[in-house]
Each structure stands twice: as C-alpha cells, then as structure tokens.
DNA sequence: ACGTTTCAAATTGTCGACAATTTACGGTGA
DNA sequence: TCACCGTAAATTGTCGACAATTTGAAACGT
C-alpha cells in the first residue's frame, strides 16, 4: 500500500459512518479536498450562488456542506456578509503547532497506556515503510510529510478518547494538511523525525506513557521552533 | 458583579462579534442554554418540525442553527435520520477532562508568558471574590462550581491563542456546563480548589509557564480522579 | 478632485413545498 | 405467539422563490 493509499483509506475510515449517502456530504468532503489543496484559494469569498451552479446543487444543500467546512475551521462566516477559506498565516500556524503539543501529547500518553500489540505491530510496519521509501526516494519531502501525518493519525486513533479522536483527526488534521499543501514548508528534519517516530514507538511498547508525552511533546516542538526560526529570520 | 452576572457577561463576550442579528442566532444561542440546562433532555431526538414551530421559524432557520450546535458536540447527526442532543455519560466526562488537563495545560502555560500585569489582577480579584462569597454561603456549590469555570475561563483568554480559545470557551465549556447541570456533582473538592486556584495564579505571576501548566494539570485531574474514584465504588 | 449620498445589483437570510428515506403499524403466514 | 413483510405516516433531504441586507457604482455637491 503506497503512502496516499494509507492516507486516504485512513482519512475515509476516519470520517467513521460516512459512507457518504448525502449530497451535502459528496460537496462537503470534495470542497474540503479543494480548499486544503488551495484549488480555491484561502481568503477567497464563497459565492453561493456560483458554488451551487458549480455543483449543481441548491443553496440549502450546499450551505449544509458550508456550515460543516465552518466546523473544520477551514471556513469562516460572518453573519449576512458570507463565507471566506481561512486565511493563514505564520502565527495562526504557531497556535495550531501549541495545540497539537497539548493533544498529541496526551493522545500519546493515553495510547501508551491502552493501544493493544497488534496495534503497535501497525505503527511500526508504518513506520519501516515510511524508512523504507524514504531511502528509495530520499528528498520526495511531500510524501514524507503526509506520511508523518499518517503516523500520528494511527496514535491518535489508538488514544481510544473520541473527544481527542474527533478534535484531532476530523478537524485540526485538514487544517494541517492545507497548511502543507499551501505554504510547503519541505522539512528539513525529515531524518530526524524518522528517529523521534522510533522512540515514541517504543516508549509506547513499554508501556510509558509519561515518556511517550514528553517525546511526542517535543517532536512537534521541533517543528514549531523550525517555523518560529524561519519566521525571525524574515 | 454577582457570579452569575460575571459567568454571563463572560460567556458573551466570548461569542465575539455575536451581536445577535440573524434568527438562527437567536435560536442558537437559547436552544443552547436549553440544552445545556437539560430543559432539552439529553438523548432526546430532534424533531425539526415540532422545534421550528416552537421557535415560530423555518426548518432552513433552525437547521442552520442546528448545524452549529452539532459543531459544539451538543447534538449529534445521523443522516437521514436526524439530530439527537448528547447522551452524556462517566466515560465520556473523562474522556473531556483528559481534553482540558492537556489544553488548559498549555493554555496557562501561555498566559503565564503573556498575561498583562493588568489581567493577572483581574484573576486575583476574581479569586478573592469567590472566596469571599463562599465564606459568606458555603455549600452554596453551585456557584462555585460556575465560579471555577469562569476562573478557567479568564486563563485561556490569557493565553492569546485563539484556537484554543475557540476549542475551550466556545465549543468545550458549554458540554462541561451541561455535565454541572445535569449531572450535578457538588464536588467535595471546593475549598482544595481554592488553594489550587491560587497557587495556579502565583505560578503565572511568577511567569513559570511551566509550572503553572503542572499546576492547571493536577487542578483538572483531580477532578478526574474524582469523577473515577466514584465511577468505582458504584 | 474628493467625499457623500442614493440607488440598483448582488448576496445572504428565510420561507414553504416537494422528493427521498426512514419509521411505525397493521396484516399475513407459519 | 412470533417473525416477517408491506403499506402508510412521519421525518429528513433538496429545491426554487422571496425578503432583508450588504455591496458597488453612479450621481451629486462642495
């Protein structure tokens, strides 16, 4: 399985029942996809008389897929005024990164506590695969990133707290993706990353959840301090 | 300023720029407090009719507002087959605490780096006045109970990131709210609380991020383990 | 030329009705 | 009596139209 595969099966089995039966749910989950990948552009204003012609929906159906955008945080409304893609931004990024360190901090003290060893024979056959092609094809950062994205989605989902699961994995993690997408920032830490991956591994086989935080903590850490360096140097 | 008064005013002003205009607003905001307050059962199904009459508004109006509170995990959605108000549970209350021990976590780290010297007497003031009125009618749990909120809820202003603010004032504090008011645990833990209230604020002072966030942590934990110590026995 | 006002076009908010799906209930058969 | 099925009622999904508000530009005055 290539690593788009892995993403998108576990972002679909992420969405949990969606197996999408509604109109507002095939607009919902396609402009989702468009707004991360900045086909439509972030701080643009939402027609919703040309996006309904776009799809060739109603208003109504549409603004159901609209109101659920507004929930990921990948749209914003102001009342009888309309709808904007978010705009990012370097600081708004930093704010992302300090939530993903209180979260999957403790998604990862919790998944150490309670993820069965089937699970944890999951994550590290991900983890080799991502080894794996990255020896294959060194400096593919795109890939890479994405694939990182995928390893913490496994740990998440292996917190078992649905509140985590849902905050995480349904809402921040689009907002991250389209930060990737859009500002591509290709990590220079993609070695180093592989390394902290190993040890939140095993700190999560033995059991420690204490330590799985802490090092889960600062990998996204490093990360936050690589923007915020870039960000000065500017 | 009574509690009550702070809480509302508080909560207000946290909407934004919520000056009510629009009807779904309006029905927001009240079917909120409704559901909140347990008027609106949980688990009860939605019925988009019945309530759209009730409001004397459209469906489109009221599933407008709807939308948006499926969006603070006060409803929940099946399509085609509706809205249910959330069926609260321990678990679940657990798994919300374990959310805020890392968020507020982080939250008070920030505000004890970023807190104005002129919002750290807000939250001394505030402090003393839940003291002084829980000296004066102790046992009065109630209010203490929306009083500790309101503590909380100053910090993760302080914090100046507004994605956890969003997270916690406008999505989280309102499920915790309706788990006061309906399961209405009168916690045994209000004069510790003080002290930990606090010595939370010392440590923000004192500009210790890191202690503070500790401080926040065990402060919400507690409570955890308090809503687990009863789990058990029962 | 600049700022203000006015009015028209476009957009969002709201409504009621119809279509598609689910739910409830009564009937049929074993 | 119980399980299964089919039809009718109720509910949600979707649609197009109208009302209220915002936006943009033209007209006006200074």
Same mark, same amino acid.
């Given at each position: 399985m290539s690593h788009l595969q892995t993403i998108i099966s576990n972002f679909a089995q992420s969405?949990?029942?969606?197996?999408?039966?509604t109109r507002a749910d095939t607009v919902f989950v396609d402009l989702r996809q468009r707004i991360v990948e900045g086909q439509v552009p972030m701080g643009s204003k939402i027609s919703e008389p040309e996006l309904a012609r776009h799809y060739d929906i109603s208003r109504s159906t549409l603004r159901d897929a609209l109101s659920r955008l507004e929930g990921c945080g990948l749209l914003e409304r102001k009342a009888n005024v309309g709808y904007r893609v978010v705009t990012l931004s370097t600081a708004k990024l930093i704010d992302i990164f300090r939530v993903r360190e209180s979260l999957e901090g403790m998604a990862c003290h919790l998944a150490a506590q309670c993820m069965s060893t089937e699970q944890i024979s999951e994550l590290k056959a991900l983890l080799q695969e991502h080894e794996r092609s990255e020896s294959l094809q @060194?400096?593919?950062a795109y890939f890479q990133q994405e694939g990182d994205l995928d390893f913490h989605f496994k740990i998440v989902q292996g917190s078992n707290n649905s509140l985590l699961i849902r905050l995480l994995c349904e809402e921040l993690y689009f907002l991250v993706r389209m930060y990737r997408y @859009?500002?591509?920032?290709?990590?220079?830490?993609a070695k180093k990353a592989f390394g902290e991956h190993r040890n939140i591994i095993q700190a999560i086989e033995d059991k420690d959840g204490e330590l799985a935080e802490i090092l889960m903590r600062r990998h996204i850490a490093a990360s936050r301090l690589n923007v915020e360096k870039r960000m000065n140097t500017q």
């Amino acid at each position: 399985m290539s690593h788009l595969q892995t993403i998108i099966s576990n972002f679909a089995q992420s969405d949990g029942a969606s197996v999408v039966t509604t109109r507002a749910d095939t607009v919902f989950v396609d402009l989702r996809q468009r707004i991360v990948e900045g086909q439509v552009p972030m701080g643009s204003k939402i027609s919703e008389p040309e996006l309904a012609r776009h799809y060739d929906i109603s208003r109504s159906t549409l603004r159901d897929a609209l109101s659920r955008l507004e929930g990921c945080g990948l749209l914003e409304r102001k009342a009888n005024v309309g709808y904007r893609v978010v705009t990012l931004s370097t600081a708004k990024l930093i704010d992302i990164f300090r939530v993903r360190e209180s979260l999957e901090g403790m998604a990862c003290h919790l998944a150490a506590q309670c993820m069965s060893t089937e699970q944890i024979s999951e994550l590290k056959a991900l983890l080799q695969e991502h080894e794996r092609s990255e020896s294959l094809q @060194q400096g593919e950062a795109y890939f890479q990133q994405e694939g990182d994205l995928d390893f913490h989605f496994k740990i998440v989902q292996g917190s078992n707290n649905s509140l985590l699961i849902r905050l995480l994995c349904e809402e921040l993690y689009f907002l991250v993706r389209m930060y990737r997408y @859009q500002f591509g920032m290709a990590s220079p830490r993609a070695k180093k990353a592989f390394g902290e991956h190993r040890n939140i591994i095993q700190a999560i086989e033995d059991k420690d959840g204490e330590l799985a935080e802490i090092l889960m903590r600062r990998h996204i850490a490093a990360s936050r301090l690589n923007v915020e360096k870039r960000m000065n140097t500017q």
